[in-house]
């Protein structure tokens, strides 16, 4: 396998010759924060959207970082990656404990941690399961903490699904790692950012996109029901862009393949940012 490049706490390095203490807070409490990058044709994907979320992630947990620093490694695992397409992942932990605590010492130094990895943008159709959102009600912060969704996503796995849809109570929530869109024959839905999800930088460029093209459009507050009798149901991510649901596994659904508003969106979409 070819050697991934990453850096460790500024320092550049191959992945397999990084070494991590056992006592980062990441690994023990996972008091950390993270960001996924893509980039295409060797250029970020609304960069300076993804810098200002990781700044914000650290400033919900408290924890102090120098943002220019961190932005400039980003920028160089991008360039000395040499990949034209992929992404980066980044993670800043609050720091290294001297002996597991669940109270931090100020004092400590945060860790950061990042690598560069191929990936290819190529369009997917996802098999998904529905299921109850079981995660905490800090969803909006990208922290590592994520065995809510881990969780969920293997068990949706026994049944040959490679996503999940979440509700909270009936309430529709997000995907375990995209956020929900669906449309009806003549507008499309997405949950609101009050429903404890996380504020996906690839929606808030979809809703931009969706804006410019005028097509009628709603964030708000969905039920279930209102999934099952949507034509067209896409998740969006970082690294999905925009794929489409071609099955629900446990509920029944009425989806036509390939609607004309998720073609829309797909186009504009893969224009702006996939080409
Ligand atoms: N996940 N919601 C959750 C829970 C996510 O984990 C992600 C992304 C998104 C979409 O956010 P964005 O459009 O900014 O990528 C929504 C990343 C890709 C991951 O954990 O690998």
């Not at 709603?218 to 009798?229: F, I, K, R, W």
Request: glycine content about 4%; proline content about 1%; overall charge negative.
């Amino acid at each position: 396998m070819k050697k991934i490049y990453a850096v460790y706490n500024g320092s550049f390095n191959y992945l397999e010759d990084i070494k991590i203490s056992p006592l980062s807070r990441a690994y023990t409490f996972s008091d950390s924060v993270y960001e996924v990058i893509p980039f295409f044709n060797f250029k970020a994907i609304a960069y300076k959207k993804h810098i200002h979320r990781l700044q914000n992630s650290c400033n919900a947990l408290g924890i102090s970082i120098n943002i220019e620093a961190i932005s400039s490694e980003i920028t160089s695992l991008i360039k000395n990656s040499r990949l034209e397409n992929g992404y980066i992942y980044y993670q800043i932990s609050r720091g290294i404990d001297a002996l597991r605590s669940h109270m931090y010492e100020d004092s400590l130094d945060e860790e950061t941690f990042g690598y560069a990895v191929e990936h290819n943008f190529n369009s997917q159709t996802l098999k998904v399961s529905l299921c109850e959102d079981i995660r905490w009600q800090r969803c909006d912060i990208k922290s590592t903490s994520l065995l809510g969704n881990v969780l969920s996503m293997n068990q949706a796995k026994k049944d040959g699904c490679n996503e999940v849809i979440m509700h909270k109570a009936n309430l529709l929530t997000e995907g375990g790692a995209s956020n929900i869109f669906f449309a009806t024959d003549d507008c499309i839905y997405t949950p609101s950012l009050a429903n404890n999800i996380l504020p996906g930088i690839t929606r808030e460029l979809l809703i931009e996109e969706i804006r410019n093209l005028g097509l009628n459009f709603e964030e708000g507050d969905y039920n279930v029901e209102e999934l099952s009798s949507a034509k067209s149901i896409w998740l969006t991510s970082s690294t999905k862009g925009l794929a489409q649901v071609a099955e629900i596994v446990n509920l029944n659904t009425n989806l036509i393949t390939n609607h004309k508003l998720f073609l829309e969106c797909e186009r504009s979409f893969n224009n702006k940012y996939l080409s």
